[in-house]
């Protein structure tokens, strides 16, 4: 069973492509919104990319992929700072960046662990 708008589509009855097109834009940009988070694995004690571009308000998903390490991701500047705490083996922690800047987040545990994260408008 077709929804009534699958079915004006297929028929043609809404005006054309004028019509379509806006809705596909429509449905681009609620997915833009909806974005996932961009995923830093922190595994063999790398974080993995090790350098990332995102835009200001998008966030950054931190995941402890090792079997059995801790990790400690952590920021601290004048402009943004954020410190996830001792992760466990298989956890997470999202930090969304609102301030745009260069930034190097760093490992707590592991010091020679190091992103790069640039942040534009």
């Known amino acids: 069973m077709q929804s009534g708008l699958l079915r004006a589509l297929r028929l043609g009855s ?16 609620g ?8 995923v830093i ?8 990319p090790a350098e990332i571009s995102i835009k200001r308000g998008e966030i950054l ?8 390490l801790l990790h400690h991701a952590y920021l601290s500047s004048d402009k943004f700072s954020f410190d996830s705490g001792d992760q466990q083996p298989g956890s997470k922690y999202d930090v969304a960046f609102s ?3 260069d930034y190097t987040v760093l490992c707590g545990i592991h010091p020679k662990m190091k992103l790069t994260v640039h942040v534009a408008k």
């Open 61 to 68: 998903r931190f995941i402890n992929d090792d079997g059995e």
């Open 99 to 101: 301030v745009t800047g």
């Open 41 to 48: 694995s922190q595994k063999d004690r790398e974080f993995n």
């Open 14 to 29: 809404f005006g054309g492509a004028p019509i379509v097109a806006a809705m596909i834009a429509g449905a681009l940009v």
């Open 31 to 38: 997915s833009a919104l909806g974005a996932s988070p961009f």
